[in-house]
C-alpha cells in the first residue's frame, strides 16, 4: 500500500494515507516535480502511460511523484527519476506551490508541489509502466502547444510550466 504524506499550508506533516484515498478526497499532500533540461536548453518530456490511474496518456515533466513516509525530499527526487525515467542528476529546488485540480476517474490533486530542476545529456531509459513515450522540446515549441492543445498536458504541468520556463529564461 502506497501512502502520501498529508500536510497543512506550512508543509507541515499531519498525518498519513493511502495514496488513492487522498486523491479520493482531495486531500492536501506532499508531492515534488521534476523538471530536466539538456545542455542545449530543451526541456524532457514525458507522456504518462495510458494504463496510469489518471491523466494516463497526457504529456508533462520528466517525473511527478510523492515522497514517502520519512524519506526526504532529495531522496524521493532521486529515486523516482531513476525509477521513472532511469535518469541520475543533480536537482535544485526551485519553489514550491500549492494547486488543487479535478482529474479523471473521479479523483482531485491537492498538492503541496515542491519543484525541482536539473540538467543532463544522459539518454533516458524510461520504465513501460510510467512512460508511454518522451520527447525534447524547446520552451518556445511547449509554449505554442500549450496554446493550441492544451487538452495533451496534464494539469499540474500547465499550472507549473509558467514559472519554470521564466526561471529557465532568466537564468539561461
Known sequence: ????????????AIGRMEKMEAHEKGLLHRAFSIF??????EML?????IEKYHSGGLWTNACCSHPRVNESLQDA???????????????DKVFQFIYKAELDHGL????????FVGISDDEPIPNPEEVA????????????????????????FKI?????AQLIREQW
Open 36 to 41: 530536466i533540461f539538456n545542455s542545449k536548453g
Open 108 to 115: 482531485t490533486e491537492h498538492e503541496l508541489d515542491h519543484v
Open 133 to 156: 513515450s518522451f520527447r525534447y522540446a524547446s520552451l518556445e515549441a511547449i509554449d505554442e502547444e500549450l496554446l493550441a492543445q492544451p487538452q495533451i498536458f496534464t494539469e499540474w
Open 45 to 49: 518530456l514525458h507522456q504518462r502511460a
Open 1 to 12: 500500500m502506497e501512502e502520501v504524506i498529508l500536510v497543512n499550508e506550512q508543509d507541515v
Open 77 to 91: 527526487t532521486n529515486r523516482r527519476l531513476q525509477e521513472e525515467m532511469g535518469l541520475s542528476c543533480l536537482m
Open 160 to 164: 507549473c510550466y509558467p514559472r519554470v
